[in-house]
């Protein structure tokens, strides 16, 4: 049993893992868009809630 409980916990924090990356990819993606309709590197990270620092970063990408 407490194998499986282990087993079950660990695809739980799985999941977790990959919608927090999920969701990280999709700022970013969406973060890109608006550098692309010409929106300022502070309304980005507004929009967004990245650090500026990121969003800098990425507009150097």
Do not use: W
């Not at 079950?8 to 973060?31: F, S, Y």
């Not at 990121?54 to 990408?61: F, H, P, T």
């Amino acid at each position: 049993m407490l194998k499986e409980a282990r087993l079950l916990d660990e695809r739980r924090e799985g999941i977790a893992e990959g919608i927090a990356k999920g969701k990280a990819n999709e700022k970013l993606a969406t973060a890109k868009h608006l550098f692309s309709m010409g929106l300022s590197v502070q309304d980005i990270a507004k929009a967004t809630s990245l650090p500026i620092e990121q969003v800098e970063a990425l507009k150097e990408e």
